[in-house]
C-alpha cells in the first residue's frame, strides 16, 4: 500500500507508540564444519538438518559449497541447519565412503534421513530452499503427475478444507521457493497441491495454459458438499512471489460480499486494508434480492481485483443523486468516495481494471523509496509483528504449564481452580502468536501459585467457545473466578503488566475491612507476601454506615479498577475517628502509596462510580513521571498540555528538584510536567526531529500542547532550569510573548483503519461458526435460520463458498445495475453464468 504521508509523525503520541514495533536486526549465519562424529552427535530429534560430506573439495564442487553457504541463512529461518562434514580419508561410512555418495547432499530430521539430493539439483539457494522445504512438507504439499490423482485430492477436500493448486515448470525454481514458503505458513489451513504436469493447467480449465510461466489456483472446495459439485477455481494474476500469494490467500478468505448499513466512509475491508478498490452497489428494499444477485455476480468477477460491498440506501441516510447506483471507494487516504451511475457490470469491471493499472504503476514508481520512508499504516504494523513471530516461529514455546481448552472441557475446567485466566487467540494471526510467547512467560513467572489456572483456546479451531464467551476480536484474556462475571484484560500485554493484573485480581476489590487498626495496616501495604511485588498504591475508602448510595458506587468502581489497583473498604460506626486522623470527613478515599510513609486524605465530592474511578486514576498518575511508551496513554487522557525535559540519561540532581517542585505547586494540574529519557525511549529522537526537524542539544525542556493547536516551544537555552525561570517563561507564553518554533498537525491521531474482524474472516473455514442458512445441492429450499442469528447488525458478510452456493440456485444471476437508479429498474438483459469460476 502507498506510504501514509509525513503529516501523521508529528504526533507525539503516535511516534511513543512506535516504539514497541521496531524489529530487531538478526545476524549473519555461516557454514558450519563438522567432523561425522560431531555431527551425528549434534543432531537433535525434531530439528531438520541439510548435510554435505566431503573429503577434499574439489574444484568442481566449489560452486555447489558457496550456493550451500548462500543458503545458511535463508534455511535457518525455518530451524533448518546447514552442516559441511569433513570425512577422513580413512572413513568408508555409508556417507563417506562411496564416491557417489559424496555427490549428494542428505536431509535429516533428527538422526533419521528424510531425503537424499543430487548436488546437481542443489545449483543455487532457491532450489536448495525449494527442495528441502518441499521434503519436509511433504504432508502440507501434495504431488500430482495425473488428472485423477488431483480429482481424489480435491474430491477429499470438498466440504472440509480448500485447496491451493500450484503448477511450476520445474522445481527449484524461485517460485517452486515462494510456493514452499507460504505452505510453510499455510500448510495447516489450505491443502497444496503441486505439479509440474502442464496438461493438468488445461484439465483445471485454464484456456491454452502457458508451460513456460508458472501458475496459481485457489480452488474453493469447502462449500462443495456433493462430489459431483466442481470447486471453485481463482487464478492468481500476478507473479508467483511470496508476498503475491500470500496476499491472494487473504484476499480469498475474505468475505465475498459485505452488506453495508453504516456510512461508506467508515467502512472498511480486508480489501481496502492490502491496497485493493471497493466497489458499493447502492440497494434499496424494493430491488434488494435482484442487486444481492448483481452484487454476488460482480464480487466473484472481480475477486482478488476488488471488494464488492451491498449498501442499503434505506438503512443510511446519502447525500448523493438518486440515479448513483455505484459508488467506488480507493485505499488511497484522503480521496472522496466517487458515486457513478453505470449501465452494468461490464462497466465496472472496466472501471476497476483501469485504476488497478493506474495504481500499480503508482506503487512501481513508490518502490524504490519505501525503504527510506516511514509508515504507519497498520499493513505495515502487522508486518512488523509477523516478522517478529516469524523470527522465532521454530523456537518451542514453554506451554506445558498452560491448560488447552475445547468446547467440551471449557466449562469443567472454569471449576478446577480459584481463578482461571483464559487466553483466546486464533493460532495463524501473528499477534496471537507474540502475546502467547508473553502469556508462556507469564505462566512460569506463576508456577506454584495456588489458586491461579492460566489456559488457553485456539479459536480457530474451537470457534463456537469463543461465539458463546462473546470474543470477537485477538487475542483477548479474560479472568473468571467462581459466581462472579469474567473480568477482562484491557492493558498492555507485555509479561510484567499481565502478571501484575492477575496476582492483583486475587485480591477483593474493594476488600472489605472490620476494624480500624485492619484498615491502618492495609495503609501501611499489609497484604499477602505473594503480591508485595505487585502492590504500589492503596486506596481505602471510607463510609459512614448510612452512606449506602456512596457504597455501592465504591463496590462498582472497584469491579471496574480490579487488577489494576488495590481497594480496601471501612464503613464501621467508627469511620468517622479513622477520616479525621487524615483531616477528612466520610464519604473520602485515603491513599497511601509504597515506599511513602504518609497517608494523602481525598473527600469524595462526586458518589457516582465512574467519578470515583476518574479520580483515582487521576490521583494514581505520578506528580512528574518519566514518559514511556507504557505510561503516556494514561498521561493524555488528561488532555493538557505536556512541559517535557528530554534527556540523554538520567536527569539532573538539581533539574529534578526544580521540576518536581514547579509540579507540586500546579494549582489543579494546569499542564503535565514530565520528563522523558532518550536511552530509555528512543523513539524521542523522532519526535524531537518532528518538533525542531533537527535534535537540539541536551538537556531541553519544551512546552506542547498536543490538543490545542499544536504548538511547540523550546525554553530557552541560556536560562538554568529553575521554578523561577520556567514559571515566568510560562507567564510569557501565556502572555503570546514567545514565538512557537513548530506547529504541529490539528488532526487527531488514529488507526489508520480499523481492526479486523476476526471471527467474519474465519467464516470460510469455520462455517459453522457462525448461523446461517445451510444449503445442499438438490434441496428445493434453503434451510430457516436459527432464531438468535443477528439479522439487524450493522455489517452482515458472506463468504466466498456461501455466496457461491446461494448463486447456483439462481439460475439467471443479474448483471444490471438496478439499484437506486430508477431509469435501469426495469431492464432485464441476458444473464451470464459465472460457473467457470
Known amino acids: ?305 476488488a471488494g464488492v460491498a451491498l449498501l442499503s440506501r434505506d438503512l443510511v441516510d446519502l447525500n448523493v443523486l438518486l440515479r448513483s447506483n455505484v459508488a467506488l471507494k480507493t485505499p488511497d487516504e484522503g480521496v472522496p468516495i466517487k458515486y457513478l451511475v453505470l449501465e452494468d457490470t461490464d462497466e465496472v469491471i472496466t472501471l476497476v481494471e483501469d485504476k488497478s493499472k493506474v495504481e500499480q504503476i503508482q506503487e512501481d514508481e513508490d518502490e524504490e523509496d519505501e525503504d527510506e520512508k516511514e509508515n504507519d499504516n497498520q499493513d505495515v504494523q502487522d508486518d512488523q509483528v509477523v516478522e517478529a513471530v516469524s523470527r522465532d516461529k521454530k523456537r518451542e514455546l514453554p506451554l506445558e504449564q498452560i491448560l488447552t481448552l475445547t468446547e467440551e472441557t471449557f466449562h469443567s475446567a472454569m471449576l478446577k481452580a480459584a481463578q482461571t485466566v483464559v487466553l483466546f487467540y486464533a493460532s495463524w494471526e501473528a499477534v496471537s502468536l507474540a502475546v502467547l510467547q508473553s502469556y508462556a512467560e507469564v505462566a512460569d513467572h506463576l508456577k506454584g501459585v495456588q489458586g491461579v489456572l492460566l489456559s488457553r483456546v485456539n479459536c480457530w479451531d474451537w470457534p463456537g467457545v469463543c461465539t458463546t464467551e462473546n470474543v470477537t476480536q485477538f487475542p483477548t484474556i479474560k479472568i473468571y473466578k467462581k459466581g462472579e462475571q469474567p473480568l477482562m484484560y484491557n492493558g498492555m500485554l507485555g509479561t510484567e503488566e499481565l502478571t501484575s493484573f492477575i496476582m492483583l485480581s486475587r485480591v477483593s476489590c474493594p476488600l472489605k475491612l472490620m476494624t480500624i487498626d485492619e484498615a491502618e495496616g492495609y495503609l501501611r501495604g499489609e497484604l499477602p507476601s505473594e503480591l508485595s511485588s505487585y502492590h504500589h498504591t492503596s486506596v481505602l475508602g471510607v463510609f459512614s454506615t448510612a452512606m449506602s448510595k456512596a457504597k455501592e458506587a465504591f463496590i462498582e468502581a472497584g469491579s471496574i479498577l480490579s487488577g489494576h489497583v488495590t481497594m480496601g473498604m471501612y464503613f464501621e460506626d467508627d469511620a468517622l475517628a479513622l477520616s479525621r486522623k487524615y483531616a477528612v470527613s466520610p464519604p473520602a478515599l485515603l491513599l497511601a502509596r509504597s515506599g511513602d510513609r504518609s497517608v494523602e486524605g481525598i473527600a469524595l465530592s462526586k458518589e457516582s462510580a465512574q467519578d470515583i474511578v476518574q479520580m483515582i486514576r487521576y490521583r494514581l498518575l505520578d506528580t512528574f513521571p518519566e514518559i514511556t511508551v507504557q505510561n503516556l496513554p494514561h498521561y493524555l487522557q488528561l488532555r493538557k498540555p505536556f512541559l517535557i525535559l528530554f534527556s540523554d540519561g538520567d536527569i539532573g540532581q538539581l533539574e529534578s528538584k526544580e521540576m518536581l517542585k514547579l509540579a507540586k505547586g500546579i494549582p489543579q494540574q494546569a499542564f503535565v510536567p514530565c520528563w522523558l529519557n532518550l536511552k530509555n525511549t528512543p523513539v524521542g529522537h523522532g519526535v524531537l526531529k518532528a518538533y525542531f526537524a533537527t535534535v537540539p542539544s541536551l538537556p531541553v525542556l519544551v512546552w506542547v500542547n498536543l490538543h490545542a493547536g499544536g504548538q511547540v516551544f523550546k525554553f530557552p537555552p541560556e536560562q538554568s532550569v529553575t521554578e523561577t525561570n520556567i514559571l515566568s517563561w510560562l507567564e510569557k507564553l501565556k502572555a503570546g510573548l514567545e514565538i512557537p518554533s513548530s506547529t504541529l498537525s490539528e488532526e487527531d491521531w488514529k488507526p489508520p483503519l480499523p481492526a479486523y474482524d476476526f471471527l467474519q474472516m474465519m467464516d470460510t473455514t469455520a462455517p459453522e461458526f457462525t448461523l446461517r442458512a445451510s444449503y445442499r445441492h438438490g434441496d428445493g429450499q434453503e434451510q430457516q435460520q436459527p432464531e438468535g442469528s443477528e439479522e439487524k447488525a450493522t455489517v452482515r458478510e458472506e463468504t466466498p463458498e456461501e455466496a457461491g452456493v446461494k448463486a447456483e440456485k439462481v439460475q439467471s444471476p443479474g448483471r444490471d445495475l438496478r439499484g437506486t437508479a430508477p431509469r435501469l429498474a426495469g431492464r432485464e438483459k441476458q444473464a451470464k453464468r459465472h460457473s467457470e469460476l
Open 1 to 305: 500500500m502507498p506510504a501514509q504521508k509525513d503529516r501523521w509523525f508529528p504526533s507525539f503520541s503516535f511516534l511513543l507508540f512506535c516504539a514497541s514495533f521496531i524489529p530487531m536486526l538478526g545476524s549473519t549465519s555461516v557454514l558450519q564444519e563438522l567432523s561425522p562424529q560431531e555431527y551425528f552427535s549434534s543432531l537433535q530429534a525434531g530439528r531438520a538438518s541439510l548435510a554435505y560430506f566431503s573429503h577434499n573439495v574439489s574444484p568442481g564442487a566449489q560452486p555447489f559449497l558457496e550456493q550451500i553457504e548462500n543458503s545458511v541463512e535463508a534455511l535457518q529461518d525455518y530451524g533448518i541447519s546447514v552442516v559441511k562434514v569433513n570425512c577422513p580419508k580413512e572413513d568408508v561410512s555409508r556417507y563417506c565412503g562411496k564416491e557417489n555418495a559424496l555427490r549428494k547432499a542428505y536431509l535429516f530430521r533428527g538422526n533419521m534421513l528424510i531425503r537424499e539430493f543430487p548436488t546437481d539439483a542443489l545449483f543455487d539457494v532457491n532450489s536448495i530452499v525449494a527442495n528441502v522445504l518441499f521434503a519436509l512438507l511433504f504432508n502440507e504439499v501434495k504431488y500430482v503427475e495425473t488428472l485423477t490423482d488431483l480429482q481424489n485430492i480435491e474430491n477429499a477436500l470438498k466440504g472440509r478444507s480448500n485447496m491451493v493448486f500450484v503448477y511450476v515448470p520445474a522445481t527449484g525454481t524461485a517460485e517452486h521457493r515462494a510456493v514452499m514458503e507460504v505452505a510453510f505458513v499455510y500448510g495447516t489451513v489450505h491443502q497444496f497441491v503441486l505439479t509440474t504436469e502442464a496438461t493438468l493447467l488445461k484439465d483445471t480449465g485454464s484456456d491454452e495454459p502457458d508451460a513456460s510461466s508458472a501458475r496459481l489456483l485457489f480452488c474453493h472446495c469447502q462449500q462443495a458438499t456433493d462430489v459431483a459439485q466442481p470447486c471453485r477455481k481463482t487464478p492468481l494474476e500476478q507473479d508467483l512471489t511470496v508476498l503475491n500469494i500470500h496476499r491472494h490467500l487473504k484476499l480469498m478468505g475474505a468475505p465475498l460480499v459485505t452488506e453495508v448499513a453504516e456510512d461508506p466512509e467508515k467502512v472498511s475491508t480486508v480489501h481496502l486494508q492490502l491496497g485493493l478498490p471497493l466497489v458499493f452497489i447502492l440497494s434499496q428494499k424494493e430491488t434488494y434480492e435482484a442487486d444481492r444477485r448483481t452484487a454476488e455476480f460482480l464480487a466473484w468477477q472481480l475477486l482478488g481485483k
